[in-house]
């Protein structure tokens, strides 16, 4: 907020230097305006661009972990479904098998 504050008030500055004709303060305020904020202020708004954009990588490279491990758990998760469904083919076919020679599995009530 300070950088405003100060650009206010060279612009001011030197809108009076211009509006009264002196010489000496539209020169000081020219020089203020070209040099001191070319040479200053932007390398340091290119700082704080590089610091942003470094805070922006790391972030990308966290979300890519983050996505790159929920990838693997979930492929794991579809391993174990399937091996899931290979056991309760199995145990109906088992089912199956002991239906055809007379033998019934009594229903399991549900607890909830």
Do not use: C
């Amino acid at each position: 907020m300070w950088a405003a504050y100060l650009f206010t008030v060279i612009s001011v500055g030197g809108a009076v230097a211009v509006i009264t004709n002196n010489a000496f303060w539209t020169a000081v305020s020219v020089l203020i305006s070209q040099t001191f904020l070319q040479l200053v202020l932007l390398p340091i708004i290119i700082v704080g661009q590089n610091v942003i954009s470094a805070s922006q990588d790391a972030r990308a490279e966290a979300d890519h972990i983050t996505l790159t491990t929920l990838h693997a758990i979930n492929v794991q998760q579809l391993k174990m479904l399937e091996q899931q469904r290979a056991m309760l083919l199995q145990q109906r076919e088992i089912l199956d098998l002991l239906q055809k020679k007379g033998i019934s599995m009594p229903p399991i009530e549900s607890g909830g």
